[in-house]
T-cell receptor, first 114, second 118 residues
Framework: GAGVSQTPSNKVTEKGKYVELRCDPISGHTALYWYRQSLGQGPEFLIYFQGTGAADDSGLPNDRFFAVRPEGSVSTLKIQRTERGDSAVYLC????????????FGPGTRLTVL | AQSVTQLDSQVPVFEEAPVELRCNYSSSVSVYLFWYVQYPNQGLQLLLKYLSGSTLVESINGFEAEFNKSQTSFHLRKPSVHISDTAEYFCAVSDLIAPGGGADGLTFGKGTHLIIQP
């Protein structure tokens, strides 16, 4: 079956611009996670959705970052006034949303802020 | 707060030799433990996980990891590696009970690049 998909695979933008990154989870998965992976680091948790609501957004670094999941399926991560330090691979994962759950990761979106 | 330490950023090993990738964690509560693997040009995928019960867990491709509570470790081992095991390996933890009462995000280590030499 289809896995988690993310679009675009690569995004290059200029400092100060707004970007949107999209995640399509595995069908039927109610849990959706966003992570950010900087070069040479492990993934860093950003936000977790259970259904349409953000159950835990404690990892969002500041108010320039926002994510939505209006219908409980596709999610969009939005970054305002991008900075060069936002350059990273943004990973999305989905799962059934329990503590024993396996998180299934997408291929990521590589964001480069010039 | 949780943290995960993978001391080795790179581990070179000859094909068919044994390997151990080290993982230590720190948490104020009980945790679940995971190893994820990222093969070249692929996404992260679960290799194995410890939830409860037997402290030794195994994957389908010959890896195993042992949960050691006293040493707060979850080292990954394989008795004989193959060239196809070349990948980045990430150790991760999740709180047994998340702040919101449900699943929260994983805390990952920085990863260990396993390099298999022929």
């Amino acid at each position: 079956g289809a896995g988690v998909s993310q679009t675009p695979s690569n995004k290059v933008t200029e400092k100060g611009k707004y970007v949107e990154l999209r995640c399509d989870p595995i069908s039927g998965h109610t849990a959706l996670y966003w992570y950010r992976q900087s070069l040479g680091q492990g993934p860093e948790f950003l936000i977790y959705f259970q259904g349409t609501g953000a159950a835990d957004d404690s990892g969002l670094p500041n108010d320039r970052f926002f994510a939505v999941r209006p219908e409980g399926s596709v999610s969009t991560l939005k970054i305002q006034r991008t900075e060069r330090g936002d350059s990273a691979v943004y990973l999305c994962a989905s799962g059934i949303g329990t503590h024993t759950d396996t998180q299934y990761f997408g291929p990521g979106t590589r964001l480069t802020v010039l | 707060a949780q943290s995960v330490t993978q001391l080795d950023s790179q581990v070179p090993v000859f094909e068919e030799a044994p390997v151990e990738l080290r993982c230590n964690y720190s948490s104020s509560v009980s945790v679940y433990l995971f190893w994820y693997v990222q093969y070249p040009n692929q996404g992260l995928q679960l290799l194995l996980k410890y939830l409860s019960g037997s402290t030794l867990v195994e994957s389908i491709n010959g890896f195993e990891a042992e949960f050691n509570k006293s040493q707060t470790s979850f080292h990954l081992r394989k008795p004989s590696v193959h060239i196809s095991d070349t990948a980045e390996y990430f150790c991760a933890v999740s709180d047994l009970i998340a702040p919101g009462g449900g699943a929260d995000g994983l805390t990952f280590g920085k990863g260990t690049h396993l390099i298999i030499q022929p």
